[in-house]
Nanobody
């Protein structure tokens, strides 16, 4: 089992920045990919950033250029730096961990088996 604990959410004005953290513990050897997902009220959970153990990353177009995922393997922690935040970024953000593969320098697939409890990010003036 892997336990994930997110932190860093809060209220921020449009155009502002936040950094989320996700600390993993437990059977870390069983995972090679971590990711951040978000779920807004009335919407499905969506991926916003994924990173493999070798540092390969992937983002959807909606956040590309604004969000950056990173990880510190020594601390078993993943981060999500969010800049130029918009009201539509408001959601509960979840950290996920699981397995994935890289092909041709890109993440070919990623499956999250473990989830944190989420942290609320509100972008509002």
């Amino acid at each position: 089992q892997v336990q994930l604990v997110e932190s860093g959410g809060g209220l921020v004005q449009p155009g502002g920045s936040l950094r989320l953290s996700c600390a993993a513990s437990g059977s870390i050897f069983s995972i090679n990919v971590m990711g951040w997902y978000r779920q807004a009220p009335g919407k499905q959970r969506e991926s916003v950033a994924t990173i493999t153990s070798d540092g390969t990353t992937d983002y959807p177009d909606s956040v590309k250029g604004r969000f950056t995922i990173s990880r510190d393997n020594a601390k078993n922690t993943a981060y999500l730096q969010m800049n130029s935040l918009k009201p539509e970024d408001t959601a509960v953000y979840y950290c996920g961990a699981g397995q994935g593969a890289v092909r041709g320098g890109k993440i070919a697939w990623a499956a999250m088996y473990y989830w944190g409890n989420g942290t609320l990010v509100t972008v509002s003036s």
